[in-house]
């Protein structure tokens, strides 16, 4: 007989970010009929608080480089660097998907599906949890609305797969 419980996928959460923007750009598509190309570089301000990790993000460390297939899928390989409150610096690699569109009256339409899976280079000490950890993130992309509105960002909640 074997124990079923242990292929249980267990989670906790581990931390948050708020990434700003500062530019978006699409670069259309390399070939004809091909995807579209994009950038979106990392702003400022962008903060990272949770139970496991705290900091923020480097001004302006980085972008991430998307790819918007031609099914609608939006493929994401975001590159930055986290400073922890001690200082540590953090190398993140961000992959996910974002697709299917979530209608708000009067606002942008975006992405309903949004996922990723983080890597992370940390130094030795108390971040190098992050080196062997399995971390996935659920994001939810929150357009500037209105030229008084809240700047463009997103919100990623990470969670460590125990």
């Known amino acids: 007989m ?6 249980d996928l267990k989670f ?18 390399i070939h004809d009929g091909g995807p ?3 950038y979106t570089s990392i702003g400022e301000n962008s903060l990272v608080s949770g139970p496991r990790l705290t900091g923020k993000l480097v ?10 297939r031609t099914d609608g899928v939006v493929e994401l ?3 930055y660097m986290i400073e922890a409150d001690d200082g540590a610096l953090i190398y993140i690699r961000n992959l996910g998907y974002v697709h299917g569109k979530l209608e708000r009256p009067g606002k942008e339409a975006i992405g309903s599906y949004f996922r990723c899976t983080p890597y992370f280079r940390a130094p030795d000490g108390p971040h190098e949890w992050l080196n062997r950890t399995v971390i996935v993130g659920v994001g939810q992309r929150r357009p500037q609305i209105g ?13 460590a797969v125990l």
């Not at 074997?2 to 292929?7: G, M, R, T, Y």
């Not at 001004?59 to 918007?68: E, K, L, N, Q």
């Open 2 to 7: 074997h124990d079923d419980q242990s292929l």
């Open 12 to 29: 906790e959460h581990a931390f948050d970010i708020r990434i700003n923007f500062d530019r978006r750009w699409d670069t259309g598509a």
């Open 36 to 38: 579209n190309h994009g």
């Open 59 to 68: 001004d302006y460390s980085g972008a991430d480089w998307p790819v918007m």
């Open 77 to 79: 390989n975001a590159h």
């Open 147 to 159: 030229p008084d509105g809240e700047p463009d960002h997103s919100i990623f909640r990470y969670y």
